[in-house]
Each structure stands twice: as C-alpha cells, then as structure tokens.
C-alpha cells in the first residue's frame, strides 16, 4: 500500500496581523480566518535564482544559486462573497500591507508567512462555479512545524 497522502482536508488561513516574532510561537499566537471553499493550494516554496558562470577553457556552463525568494502562493475557491476569510482576501489584494498566511497540510505540516496579495480574480464559466484565484507573493521566511 502507499505512503502517500491525500491532500485533501488541507486549508488555507489569512490574518490581517502579522506576528510579533517570525518564528512558530508568533504564528500560533495569531488568530486566523479560515479562507472556505478553496478548491486548488499551488505550489508554494523556495525559488532560487540562477547564476551561471562560462570559463571558456572548460566551455562548461556552471550553475550556482544566487538569491532565493520564498516564492508565492496560488490558491484558488468558490466565490462565497460573504466568507470572512474570502473578505479578508479581497481586502489584502487592495492593500501594500503584507498580511500572515497559514497552510494546514493534511500530512501533519503547517506552513507559515507573510506576503501581499497581489491578485484577486473571479472567473465565470458557462457549466461551473464561479470562482476566483488570488496570487500571493512571500515577504518571509517559511516557517514550518509538524503536528
């Protein structure tokens, strides 16, 4: 039988707060407003920029790792305008501010951070839900403990 772990039962929580230190314990101490309906969590993490380097006696090209981000976080749900957590999403989108983030991972992880909502785009299909996707970019480091 597999290891591997449905990802489904994982959440998605916005905070308008940030904590007062970025480290688990500020995390927790928040209190989160759980985003409903979210139907797709992208894929979030570190990206590295990469640096290469051509000596010409070797003509090799090498590749170093330059600067990181955390990178962003894609994550898309049913439109229910009158979510608090929906709500607060919105109103991130429309702010500079950075807000705090937290994903619930069904696997036992629970990721944290900060970033700026930088889109808020509802969708309509003929045949489907209406939906919105919202692109988060990070401000921080992860944070991440295991349950």
Not at 54 to 65: C, H, L, M, S, V
Not at 101 to 120: M, Q
Request: aromatic content about 8%; glycine content about 8%; some cysteine.
């Amino acid at each position: 039988m597999s290891d591997a772990v449905s990802g489904s039962g994982s959440k998605v929580y916005v905070e308008e707060n940030l904590p007062a230190t970025h480290d688990a314990a500020g995390f927790e101490a928040l209190t989160w407003v759980l985003v409903k309906e979210v139907t797709t969590i992208g894929e979030y993490g570190r990206d590295y920029e990469e640096i290469t380097h051509n000596p010409i006696d070797t003509r090799i090209t090498e590749r170093i790792k330059g600067n990181y981000s955390e990178g962003g976080l894609p994550v898309s749900f049913a439109s229910v305008p009158a979510d608090a957590g929906q709500v607060l999403m919105l109103a991130a989108s429309e702010s500079d501010d950075d807000y705090s983030f937290k994903i619930e991972r069904t696997d036992g992880a629970i990721d944290y951070n900060i970033g700026k909502v930088f889109s808020f785009k509802p969708s309509v299909d003929s045949g489907a839900i209406l939906a919105v996707s919202c692109q988060v970019n990070f401000n921080g480091l992860r944070v991440r403990t295991i349950t």
